[in-house]
C-alpha cells in the first residue's frame, strides 16, 4: 500500500507540472481567439479605407506568386518585444495597442501588437477596434468580396521580463499581416 501511494503521489506531481506548462498555452490560445473574435466584429461593423474586413488566422500567405510566412515574423517581432525589460509605470500599460509596422514591417508586413488586459479588464472590443484601424490601413487582402476582404494574419502571444526594480510582466499578441 505505501508503494502504491508514492507511486500516485509521482503521478499526481507528473500530472499537475504538464497541467501548468500546458495552462500558459491554453490561456494564450484564448487571448488570441478574444482578439480574433473581436477583430472581426470591428472588421464587419467599421469600414476602414471602404471595405469591411474579416480576418483569418494563417500561417502563410501567397501574394503576386511570392510566399510571405506571417508565423515566422511574428515569431520574430514577438521574441524581440519579449527581451524587453519592462516596469510597472512603463508606457506598456495593460490594453496598450501598438503600431509595429514602421519598426519591424520592412514594407512587407503591416504589424500590430496588444498588451492583454487583465482579468476583468476584457476590453478586446476597444482593443480590436485599434488593430483594426492599423491593419485596415495596410493589408493586401488574401480575398475579396463584394464588400468583405479577407485578411490573413498570424498571431504570436509572449510576456516580457520584469525589470530589475518596480518590474511588471505584460502579456502581448503580435498580429501580423501582409502589407
Known amino acids: 500500500m505505501k508503494m502504491f501511494k508514492k507511486i500516485m503521489a509521482v503521478a499526481l506531481t507528473a500530472v499537475m507540472a504538464v497541467s501548468m506548462l500546458t495552462g500558459c498555452a491554453i490561456g494564450d490560445a484564448v487571448h488570441e481567439k478574444q482578439l480574433l473574435n473581436a477583430l472581426n466584429d470591428a472588421g464587419t461593423t467599421t469600414k476602414v479605407n471602404g ?3 474579416k480576418y483569418v488566422k494563417d500561417n502563410k500567405v501567397t501574394v503576386d506568386g511570392v510566399e510571405y510566412k506571417l508565423s515566422e515574423k511574428a515569431s520574430a517581432v514577438a521574441k524581440e518585444l519579449a527581451a524587453t525589460k519592462t516596469e510597472k509605470n512603463d508606457v ?3 490594453g496598450a495597442v501598438m503600431d509595429l509596422t514602421a519598426q519591424y514591417g ?3 508586413y503591416v504589424i500590430a501588437a496588444v498588451v492583454v488586459p487583465t482579468s476583468g479588464d476584457y476590453k478586446w472590443n476597444k482593443l480590436a477596434g485599434e488593430v483594426n484601424g492599423i491593419l485596415g ?6 480575398a475579396a468580396g463584394k464588400d468583405v476582404k479577407e485578411v490573413s494574419v498570424a498571431m504570436e502571444t509572449r ?4 525589470a530589475d526594480t518596480n518590474g511588471k510582466e505584460y502579456d502581448f499578441i503580435v498580429i501580423v499581416a501582409k502589407a
Do not use: P
Open 51 to 53: 471595405a469591411f474586413h
Open 137 to 142: 490601413n495596410g493589408y493586401s487582402a488574401t
Open 159 to 162: 510576456t516580457t521580463k520584469k
Open 92 to 94: 506598456l500599460k495593460t
Open 106 to 108: 520592412e514594407s512587407k
